[in-house]
T-cell receptor, first 113, second 114 residues
Framework: AQSVTQLGSHVSVSEGALVLLRCNYS??????LFWYVQYPNQGLQLLLK??????LVKGINGFEAEFKKSETSFHLTKPSAHMSDAAEYFC???????????FGRGTSLIVHP | DTAVSQTPKYLVTQMGNDKSIKCEQN?????MYWYKQDSKKFLKIMFS???????INETVPNRFSPKSPDKAHLNLHINSLELGDSAVYFC?????????????FGPGTRLTVL
C-alpha cells in the first residue's frame, strides 16, 4: 500500500520568497511521483512528475522537485513566489500494482504582497 | 480547445432527487476516472474505466452509477441524493493504465444537496 503525507495544510510566503512544499511518501516499490496544482474553481493540472532517471525534476511555472529515496521525500520548490502561484498543491504517488495514484491531502499556498 | 469538459459546472438540488453529470475528453485517451473532492479538498477515486470497461470501483454506494457510452465519454448518475453527496466531482482521463501516466482533469462539478 502507498501513502502520501504533505506536511502543512497551509503555507504562507511573501511574494519573491522561496516556496517549499513538503511531501513524504511510503511505497513498497520504486514510486512514480507527481505534483499537481489546483487553482481556485479549477481542476488539477500536472506541475511535474518523477518516473526514473534524474532525481531533480523541473516543471512548469518555475517549479522543481527533488526525489530523495533515502528520505522518501519529493519536496516541491520555487525560488521566488508570485501572487499567481496561490493555489492548492497536491503530491501523488503511484506504483505497486495500481495505476491509480494516491493523493496527499493538499497544501494551500498563500502568497502575500 | 477544452481537453476534458464536464457539465454542468454547478448543480443544486434537493435530497432524494436523481441527477447526472456528463464528461467528455477530446484527447484520445483510453482511461477515464471520477473523483470526489470534499470540503477539505481531499480527493478520492470513485471509478475508473478503461476502453469503456469498468475496472475500478472504490466502495462507492450503489446510488452512484457510471456509464461510458464510448471511450471519449464517462457520465455519472446519482440516485436518491443525500446531504453527504455534496462535493466537487472531477472527471479525469489518462492515456492508459500505465503507472507513470499523467491525469488530465476536468473543471469540476460542484454539487450541492439541500
Amino acid at each position: 500500500a502507498q501513502s502520501v503525507t504533505q506536511l502543512g495544510s497551509h503555507v504562507s510566503v511573501s511574494e519573491g520568497a522561496l516556496v517549499l512544499l513538503r511531501c513524504n511518501y511510503s511505497s513498497s516499490v520504486p514510486p512514480y511521483l507527481f505534483w499537481y496544482v489546483q487553482y481556485p474553481n479549477q481542476g488539477l493540472q500536472l506541475l511535474l512528475k518523477y518516473t526514473t532517471g534524474a532525481t531533480l525534476v523541473k516543471g512548469i511555472n518555475g517549479f522543481e522537485a527533488e526525489f530523495k529515496k533515502s528520505e522518501t521525500s519529493f519536496h516541491l520548490t520555487k525560488p521566488s513566489a508570485h501572487m499567481s502561484d496561490a493555489a492548492e498543491y497536491f503530491c501523488a504517488v503511484s506504483g505497486g500494482g495500481s495505476y491509480i495514484p494516491t493523493f496527499g491531502r493538499g497544501t494551500s499556498l498563500i502568497v502575500h504582497p | 480547445d477544452t481537453a476534458v469538459s464536464q457539465t454542468p459546472k454547478y448543480l443544486v438540488t434537493q435530497m432524494g432527487n436523481d441527477k447526472s453529470i456528463k464528461c467528455e475528453q477530446n484527447l484520445g485517451h483510453d482511461t477515464m476516472y471520477w473523483y470526489k473532492q470534499d470540503s477539505k479538498k481531499f480527493l478520492k477515486i470513485m471509478f475508473s474505466y478503461n476502453n469503456k470497461e469498468l475496472i475500478i470501483n472504490e466502495t462507492v454506494p450503489n446510488r452512484f452509477s457510471p456509464k461510458s457510452p464510448d471511450k471519449a465519454h464517462l457520465n455519472l448518475h446519482i440516485n436518491s441524493l443525500e446531504l453527504g453527496d455534496s462535493a466537487v466531482y472531477f472527471c479525469a482521463s489518462s492515456q492508459g493504465t500505465g503507472i507513470n501516466n499523467e491525469q488530465f482533469f476536468g473543471p469540476g462539478t460542484r454539487l450541492t444537496v439541500l
